[in-house]
């Protein structure tokens, strides 16, 4: 793994299937040139473009109250798989807290009512606007295990195209929706923040398709060359952004 760019807490290391023994110059120019030329984006959103909108809910409470023992119960067996990092443990936790707490219709309007604009833009990681923004004669989808209420206004925000929400089996979700339904996509972009959306990648590349994953962290990660990522990205996309404006 080598490093691109770097100020401050931004930052973009290249895959050593990227770098290989090119020059910071060529490397630069090589992932501008695969990131623009991506015809179809899909995006993963909580802790990837922002602060997750769906622990927001569950910090709040939404549809319950923070002395309920079943909201209690809940947070006790969520913060035990995120302390062991069981990705499918936490997985299914978020889809029982949607079936338990967020199913009626009446917490499903407060949620619509939160998705602002101030609120969606104040979640936004540094330079996730300006990077979206850069992309924009892409197709862009967000796959999110989320609720349709969040992701939907995520995606309207930034113009997306088309959004799918609680996908709790993310490769299984682009196997149908960007493989099966969409075979004139021979070449995606994906990026994403965790194994699962890795695998979105991976999936896509078992078919035959070919895909530039973009990896983002609150740290570098090492062993980038043993994930399905080309390059890793810190939250704040400011490096992103600059090495993506120094030509186009």
Not at 10 to 25: E, F, L
Not at 189 to 202: H, I, K, N, P
Request: with cysteine; hydrophobic share 35%; aromatic share 12%.
């Amino acid at each position: 793994m080598q490093i691109i760019t770097a100020k401050d807490d931004s930052w973009v290391y290249a895959s050593d299937n990227i770098a290989g023994n090119k020059s910071i110059k060529d490397i630069c120019g090589h992932i501008r040139k695969r990131i623009y030329g991506v015809p179809c984006w899909i995006f993963d959103l909580d802790d990837n473009h922002a602060k997750s909108p769906g622990k927001v809910l569950a910090k709040r409470a939404f549809g319950t109250k923070h002395y309920s023992p079943s909201y209690l119960s809940w947070c006790a067996k969520t913060a035990w798989s995120v302390l062991t990092k069981d990705k499918d443990a936490e997985t299914k936790m978020w889809k029982q807290y949607f079936d338990k707490f967020l199913s009626g219709e009446p917490v499903r309007e407060e949620i619509r009512r939160m998705m602002t604009t101030d609120f969606i833009r104040s979640s936004l990681y540094p330079g996730v606007e300006d990077f979206c923004s850069m992309v924009s004669e892409s197709k862009r989808f967000y796959v999110s295990r989320n609720l349709s209420e969040i992701v939907g206004a995520y995606a309207d925000f930034f113009g997306f195209n088309g959004s799918c929400s609680l996908s709790l089996n993310k490769a299984e979700v682009v196997e149908e929706y960007f493989v099966r339904d969409r075979p004139h996509f021979q070449y995606l972009g994906v990026e994403g923040d965790s194994e699962c959306d890795g695998e979105m990648a991976a999936a896509l590349r078992f078919h035959g398709r070919d895909v530039f994953a973009i990896l983002s962290s609150d740290k570098p990660v090492n062993g980038l060359d043993n994930t399905p990522f080309d390059i890793n990205v810190s939250k704040d996309r400011t490096s992103l952004v600059r090495l993506l404006s120094e030509q186009k």
